[in-house]
Structures are given as structure tokens and as C-alpha cells.
């Protein structure tokens, strides 16, 4: 059974920057057929996915409103995937989880419903 633990998060001025980590464990990463992202849930709002990359291709998936700005990665030797988010706005802020699928990101590589294994998330705030 896949294990997601994220951590990072934090408080941070507009402007700054922030690196999310999503520690992976219960599977070997180095499968080239997972699928990994981050999402995020503000309070009163739908959860809404961030970020994804494909394992065997490295191909990376981006929401409209952090494409520019956030860069999703993954390190294969510490089963480890990253976000790095610079020019971080008010509206950033949420709670970030991570989430993994055995599996292609399909044609929805942004829907939670492209993955099974979450985590419990890390909360990001960015003040104005």
C-alpha cells in the first residue's frame, strides 16, 4: 500500500517561494508507470489539482493558474516528489496534498479522480 507524508508547507510573504516535499514509501518509485500530483483545498473551496508528472516520461501537467510560477518534480533515488512554488500569491494559500496512481495520468492528469493513494497534506499560507 502506497504512504504519502508531505512537508514544507508554511507562512510566506507574496512574492516568496516555498518547496513541497512528498515523501513516497510501500511501492519502488522507480517503476516508470506511477503517476504523482498535488492538489490543493482552500477553506469554503474545492479541492483543485495543482501539478502532475508521469514517472516513465516525466511529462509534467500544470493548472492554469500556477504555470509559470510552480515546477513539479520527482527524485527516484529518495522516491521523493517535489513542488516549487515562487511568486506565491494570497491565493495560494490552501492545504497541499500529494497523490500517487499505478498507473498513466490518462487524460485527466488534474482530476483527484485519477488517484488512489493521498496524503494528509501541509498547509501553506501566503500573506499579502
Known amino acids: 500500500q502506497v504512504q504519502l507524508v508531505e512537508s514544507g508547507g508554511g507562512s510566506v510573504q507574496a512574492g516568496g517561494s516555498l518547496r513541497l516535499s512528498c515523501a513516497a514509501s510501500?511501492?519502488?518509485?522507480?517503476?516508470?508507470?506511477?503517476?504523482m500530483g498535488w492538489f490543493r483545498q482552500a477553506p469554503g473551496k474545492e479541492r483543485e489539482g495543482v501539478a502532475a508528472?508521469?514517472?516513465?516520461?516525466?511529462?509534467?501537467y500544470y493548472a492554469d493558474s500556477v504555470k509559470g510560477r510552480f515546477t513539479i518534480s520527482q527524485d527516484n533515488a529518495k522516491n521523493t516528489l517535489y513542488l516549487q512554488m515562487n511568486s506565491l500569491k494570497p491565493e495560494d494559500t490552501a492545504m497541499y496534498s500529494c497523490?500517487?496512481?499505478?498507473?498513466?495520468?490518462?487524460?485527466?492528469?488534474?482530476?483527484?479522480?485519477?488517484?488512489?493513494?493521498w496524503g494528509q497534506g501541509t498547509q501553506v499560507t501566503v500573506s499579502s
Open positions: 497523490a500517487a496512481q499505478i498507473a498513466s495520468c490518462g487524460i485527466r492528469p488534474l482530476s483527484e479522480t485519477s488517484f488512489s493513494a
Open positions: 510501500g511501492y519502488t518509485y522507480s517503476r516508470n508507470n506511477y503517476c
Open positions: 508528472v508521469y514517472s516513465g516520461s516525466g511529462n509534467a
